[in-house]
């Protein structure tokens, strides 16, 4: 196995922006650190049992995940394109109401254990990149209990990596990112929209 490889490659896909880190971004600008770190440790649980799932169920998997592909692509564009309205919607000022209430009614409610565990069974990148990563890079070369634990259990440290980072980076710039909200929200938006339309690329 190319360690190497097997290593940028979850870097990679889990580091850079998805529909996950997307929400965690809005959660820890909006709702709080305590609230974005709650959500993270229950998408890092879901993130982990699909990684089991991958590794304990695999020769089904390989059978019927052609066949559920399409659907995902379909589903998961759909949830996406929904986050990316729900927050453009807050990229438009509301002179009404000013208050922290009203600011955080794009994502309300999302910063709980699980919310963060069960958004991750309709996340299409998540799921992909779980039912893919360990039958691709692990199992053509180790097959013992041990070494897929090892990998289920390395992987999943990885994602908790990448959701904790993007956990600090919403809190460390949430003045500015709270001073440029509109921008922020259009940014944040135009990222998910990439990501649904990437799904059929």
């Not at 870097?11 to 996950?20: D, E, Y």
């Amino acid at each position: 196995m190319s360690m190497l490889s097997f290593l940028l490659y979850c870097f990679i896909v889990t580091f850079t922006p998805g529909p996950s880190n997307i929400i965690i971004l809005s959660i820890a600008n909006k709702e709080g650190t305590a609230q974005a770190l709650r959500y993270t440790y229950g998408a890092t649980v879901a993130f982990g049992l699909l990684l089991t799932a991958s590794a304990t169920l695999n020769s089904v998997l390989a059978a019927i995940l052609p066949h559920i592909i399409l659907g995902m692509q379909i589903v998961g564009s759909l949830y996406m394109l929904y986050l990316a309205y729900q927050i453009s919607r807050k990229s438009k000022p509301s002179p009404a109401v000013q208050d922290k209430s009203t600011d955080t009614s794009t994502i309300q409610g999302l910063g709980t254990f699980r919310s963060g565990f069960i958004t991750q069974f309709v996340n299409p990148k998540v799921i992909l990149f779980t039912m893919t990563v360990i039958p691709t890079f692990i199992m053509p070369y180790y097959s013992a209990v041990p070494a897929l634990l090892a990998g289920v259990l390395g992987i999943t440290f990885i994602g908790f990596l990448a959701y904790t980072t993007w956990v600090m980076f919403g809190t460390i710039f949430k003045t500015f990112l709270q001073r440029n909200q509109r921008i922020t929200n259009l940014v944040m938006t135009a990222f998910l929209v990439y990501a649904a339309i990437m799904m059929w690329v």
